[in-house]
């Protein structure tokens, strides 16, 4: 639920749906909050199953560097959110915009693998899970909903990509 629904609400918030900035940027707040609580907590759980083992499987591993990597863009986005609000009082430690620009777009970069890559990560954990329990077929749904995560980002990002053209 935190990488598909949510993730996607995420990346709506801050690039599609931006037509009431202070309501997205707050929402995009507390979604990202959700989402890194939701990772943090969940692999604490697989771990304590796992009797606090690292696996050297390709999902366990792959799982790690997800979490590793929304912890990473949780404080590079509370950096940057902070660092805007600093340089709107105009401090002059933050007036430049490249400072918090660029922080702003190492948060935007991991943003997108942390996503593709946790959205990747849950369709396998889900499909091995219903493999091992005997319903290999219902692991095609984990898959599904990957494949839906990424369509509806290719759509939204025609439209968006549509939209700009016309209203440059």
């Given at each position: 639920?935190?990488w598909f629904?949510?993730?996607?609400a995420?990346?709506?918030?801050?690039?599609y749906?931006k037509?009431?900035w202070?309501l997205?940027?707050?929402?995009?707040?507390?979604?990202g909050?959700?989402v890194?609580?939701?990772t943090?907590?969940?692999?604490?759980?697989?771990?304590?199953?796992?009797?606090?083992?690292?696996?050297?499987?390709?999902?366990?591993?792959?799982?790690?560097?997800?979490?590793?990597?929304?912890?990473?863009?949780?404080v590079t986005?509370?950096?940057?959110?902070?660092m805007?609000?600093?340089?709107?009082?105009?401090?002059?430690?933050w007036?430049?915009?490249?400072k918090h620009?660029?922080i702003a777009?190492?948060?935007?970069?991991?943003?997108?693998i942390?996503?593709i890559?946790?959205?990747g990560?849950?369709?396998?954990?889900?499909?091995?899970?219903?493999?091992?329990?005997?319903y290999?077929?219902?692991g095609t749904?984990?898959?599904?909903?990957?494949s839906?995560?990424l369509?509806?980002?290719?759509?939204h990002e025609?439209?968006?990509?549509?939209h700009?053209?016309?209203?440059f």
């Amino acid at each position: 639920m935190a990488w598909f629904p949510i993730g996607f609400a995420l990346l709506a918030t801050q690039r599609y749906y931006k037509t009431h900035w202070y309501l997205m940027f707050h929402s995009h707040n507390l979604l990202g909050l959700f989402v890194t609580i939701v990772t943090i907590w969940s692999s604490l759980e697989m771990y304590a199953y796992t009797d606090w083992r690292q696996k050297a499987n390709v999902h366990c591993v792959l799982g790690l560097i997800a979490l590793l990597l929304s912890i990473f863009v949780g404080v590079t986005g509370v950096v940057t959110a902070g660092m805007m609000q600093l340089s709107t009082k105009e401090s002059s430690e933050w007036t430049e915009r490249d400072k918090h620009y660029n922080i702003a777009k190492v948060h935007r970069y991991a943003s997108w693998i942390m996503l593709i890559l946790g959205n990747g990560v849950c369709s396998g954990g889900i499909a091995t899970y219903f493999s091992k329990i005997g319903y290999g077929i219902y692991g095609t749904f984990a898959v599904c909903s990957s494949s839906i995560f990424l369509v509806l980002i290719a759509i939204h990002e025609w439209l968006v990509r549509k939209h700009n053209r016309r209203n440059f």
